[in-house]
């Protein structure tokens, strides 16, 4: 099975190809540029250095969130149009799941905490034990995050993880030990974990997680 994947949840992102399970090629997108600018540019880049055509696609995997609102529209966008053209399924993957799976490796044992920079003084935040969720993600300050962790061991990643160092330090002693990792080829990987066990979409059913309501939700609210 070949698996095209797209992160688009922080400044950067990244695409990747997974081919049976192994990352073919995975490469991170030029941050100076938005997505609407690099977008499907990048994708069809990853084709082109794995010399896979883009009919050799089984199935499309996106990253649904958290992130930039604009982000996750472009990405999410773009792959849906490119499975609908393509007639091929489209999965929808958590960023903090992903975050969760690269950290893994590197727990020991211990908690995961996922944090994406939600800028506005919070971030975007799970929490993970033993390969599972076990506090859904929300959106707060990380004084507010950290308050409910307490002292149990804790390994943090994901780019507000990398923004918030000097706090998690003062409150835990922990820092984040690979706090920007690239996504998409995890991403692909839990895609094919979904299409393996039935769980596939069209490409239309997919939807961003946000996690924050928007600012036009908010506007709208207090016109109201």
């Given amino acids: 099975m070949v ?15 997974v081919a049976d399970g192994v990352v073919v090629k995975e490469e991170g997108s030029d941050e100076s540029q938005p997505p ?3 977008l499907p ?4 880049n990853v084709l082109d250095r794995a010399g896979v055509s883009l009919g050799q696609v089984d199935v499309f995997a996106v990253a649904t ?12 966008a773009t792959m849906q149009g490119l499975a609908f053209a393509a007639g091929k399924p489209l999965i929808g993957v958590s960023a903090l799941d992903a975050l969760a799976q690269v950290a893994q490796s590197e727990s020991t044992g211990h908690r995961i905490a996922t944090w994406v ?13 033993g390969g599972r969720e076990i506090e859904s993600p929300v959106v707060a300050r990380p004084e507010d995050v950290l308050a409910r ?6 390994l943090f990643t994901g780019d507000g ?7 998690i330090v003062g409150a835990m002693g922990r820092i984040a030990t690979n706090p920007t990792p690239l996504l998409a080829g995890t991403i692909a990987v839990i895609g094919a974990r979904a299409v393996a066990r039935g769980d596939s979409h069209a490409p239309h059913a997919i939807r961003p997680l946000y996690v924050r309501r928007t600012d036009a939700e908010l506007a709208r609210d207090s016109r109201a």
């Fill in 3 to 17: 698996i095209l994947a797209l992160d688009t949840t922080t400044p950067a992102g990244s695409c990747a190809l």
């Fill in 36 to 38: 609407a600018t690099r």
């Fill in 41 to 44: 540019l990048d994708l069809m």
């Fill in 65 to 76: 969130g958290p992130g930039s609102f604009t982000g996750l529209r472009i990405g999410i």
């Fill in 117 to 129: 920079d939600a800028w506005r003084g919070e971030v975007y935040a799970a929490l993970y034990e």
């Fill in 149 to 154: 962790l307490g002292g149990t061991p804790t």
């Fill in 161 to 167: 993880a990398k923004s918030y160092q000097q706090k």
